[in-house]
């Protein structure tokens, strides 16, 4: 039974979590990411930091980095307003909260077989559009770029097929339309 | 490419580097030694006094202070000192305090500090040495990562690896320990660049490009929180450290605005003398140990006004259970604290000096009133509570109970001029409940972290900056030996800090959670082997007095204040003696312990969940 205040964390049954994209604009200073990292203790985040520059300040680079969470709608917040409070922190802008940002990732990833199982990987990496970046007569590297779960879908098949080794980015994430971050 | 992806990521060039805005900034470049930039960012910051040990790091350092005179040096005998003083210093004036400290070991004694003054939003800024850069990561002598280790303990932090950067960077320190939420910042220093020659600025006005914390609140919140305050039949005050840190017009307009709307008025341990003890609002603190009107009234309330205040659990207890019927108004300058561990219905960010001022001008526009037949009601169910005079307690004539040794204290030196400092544990709830303060920035304790050593050092910060004032440290004799190398400061600088231990031979609060948690099994929380508090006193050169008959007490405090220069009191207090009202782990506001409450009732009082937490 829910008490009309409680802390955040009781919670969790009245908010369902959400997958949250938050981009983070931060000065691009040596420890930076450190700090912003510390913020994360709890399980189940990932972090993207990712070169960029304000646009109008070509002299001042900033960094960005996206960070993928899920939580309440509650929690997400607090992680907003926890992250705007660091010294070197621009700007926090929640990418998710109108449903319209975009979101990549990058994949390396080395298949090794022989015969059938080969040429199968070689069709389906076509089907995914992955390149192949690198090739032994019993091994492939491929390159793929997509939304997560379509890069998961990709581990799997290739699983049976001699899966070697996978190297993901994480994921970096732009919101729609025409207006920047900054 | 991935050379072009590296190339943005190198750090940036010293023109890009300090993050003030360089047209902001007064550029009569003057060229100095990396220390004389030390020395004279801190003379126009307005600091004239710093605390400090030397050591081979913040050699240069030294070598600039000791031909500078109007910048006092005050020399600590342990780097932990030196931080709480600066924490006195700081909590007494509202001014920043600050440290001067070498490498290696000298950032790390620092380090309680830093996190104590994190924890209790004070503002620092903490110079370290660091070894030369070319020696960084080589585990060079006295050498330790002190960004990597102070990251999670300051509010910023700092590497200076660039001399030209030097002085932007101590600007900033100051600008982010002071603005906002106060806090720590440390600005480690390697000693090649106290020794290079660079380029001074002035502070100028800085308009950092990145943090530029809000004062004012969002006027239509405002006017939600007058609205909801004046429908309120049974409201609340609940005021924290945050009005003693937006200066004395904050504790004038909680005073106004209590005034204006007959609301009672109870605050946290940071935020007693806010609104004054002897205020016919005042219900006392709340909390773990707070009286049982405040956390009854709290429990009860329809509407909460909650001013620089955090809702830490030593506040409400069981959450799910804290102040279930009200509505909740929150005024903080950090909106990550809105919302934390209580949802509010209305947050309102801003400083509280700035958005009481709109408030009470909304309110006296609006000719708002809170219907007095409700209120009154409300203050009949108080006084109710009042009545139970739930900090009564059996006096002696045989031992000095330690309630009486603080009233008797607070009685015999009670004034504007009287500050107080404390250690961590009993003698600080006592003093908290038994004290009164009547004005703000008198009151100096470590409440977030809670940390024993505190009192003495911050005393003589205090002292320091109030010559004439009479400082006490209300202390205990565990707590005291914590830091008690402070009273060769005392001495040195004339600083006659009185320190009132109350001796009862055992981490007292340590010993209570033992009797009400652990069957009264005492593990290793008996003070065996104390020193004679009299004669250690002597040995420093302070003078030193004891008293254990509770006829003796009067004459024995009035002594204390009367000798000149540090005294140490070795009061004898009941050793048994526990400290109420209590809230027990895992219970509610209206479910407190009293006094009078029996031994089967202790044991009783906590169940199995509550057992675990702290």
Redo the contacts between chains.
Sequence with gaps: MRQPTGSAYFMDDTHEPRSSHTAVLVDNEPGVLARVIGLFLRPGLQYRPQPHRLRGEPTRATSRITVVTTGPDDVVDQIKTQLDRLVPVHKVLDLTQTGRALERELMLIKVRGKGEARVEALNLADAFRARVIDATTESFVFEITGKPDKLDQFIVLMTPLGLVEVARTGVAAIARGPEGIG | MAAQ?AA??E??TT???A?IDPKAVNLSAETMTGAEIVIRALQDQGVAHIFGYPGGAVLPIYDALFQTEDLEHVLVRHEQGATHMAEGYARSTGKCGVVLVTSGPGATNAVTGLTDALMDSIPMVCITGQVPTHLIGSDAFQECDT??IT??CT??NY?VKDVNDLAQVLHEAFY?ATR??PGPVVVDIPKDVQFATGRYVGPGDIIH???QPRLKGDVAKIREAVELLASARKPIFYTGGGVINSGPRASELVREFADLTGAPVTSTLMGLGAYPASGPQWLGMLGMHGTFEANNAMHDCDVMLCVGARFDERITGR????????K?IHIDI???S???????DVGVVGDVAHVLEEMVAIWKASRSRIDPAGLADWWRRINSWQARNCLEFKNSDETIKPQHAVRRLYELTKGPNTYVTTEVGQHQMWAAQYFRFDEPNRWMTSGGLGTMGYGLPAAVGVQKAHPDALVIDIAGEASIQMCIQELSTAIQYNLPVKIFILNNEYMGMVRQWQQLLHGSRYSHSYSEALPDFVKLAEAYGATGLRVSNPAELDDTIRKMVETPGPVVVDVHVDKMENCFPMIPSGRAHNEMLLGEAGEQTINQAITDEGKKLV
Excluded: M, Q, T, W
Aim: proline letters at 10%.
């Design positions: 992806d943005e990521l750090p940036k023109e890009e580097a993050s960004v990597g990251r999670p509010k910023h590497l982010v906002g939420r490009k990145s943090y959450l799910d259970a804290f102040s279930p019927g009200s909740k950090d909106p990550s809105i919302n934390k561990n209580v949802r509010v």
